[in-house]
């Protein structure tokens, strides 16, 4: 293992503090280009904690109707999910998207066998 590293090129391209500052300098001086010229963020923007996102629905064939109401988590990835229906708690539950959707197709897609029978 030792001689291994040592017969290794050093690289020539490495980073070093100098070209960390450059860049740097570089995106700080986009971010003020952008800002002067009024064009909107292309990354998304941290949303407050509790905020409302929206709500999903579901309308079943058997007329059933079931919403969750989809809010801000406490971190980035995370939304608060609070279930509108009969029956439920209306606790709102941290989660994220995946979970939610993961979860949702448990519940609410039918078995194939049920399907074609």
Do not use: C, Y
């Amino acid at each position: 293992m030792r001689n291994r590293r040592r017969s290794r090129p050093a690289t020539r391209g490495s980073w070093t503090p100098e070209r960390s500052k450059r860049a740097h300098e570089a995106k700080a001086r986009l971010r003020i280009d952008r800002a002067e010229s009024g064009l909107t963020h292309s990354e998304p923007q941290r949303v407050p904690e509790g905020q409302h996102l929206g709500v999903l629905t579901w309308h079943a064939a058997d007329g059933t109707v079931r919403s969750w109401i989809i809010n801000q988590g406490p971190r980035a990835n995370n939304i608060g999910v609070v279930a509108r229906l009969l029956g439920s708690d209306g606790a709102r539950r941290v989660m994220g998207w995946d979970k939610l959707l993961s979860s949702l197709r448990k519940r609410l897609a039918l078995p194939k066998r049920l399907f074609n029978s």
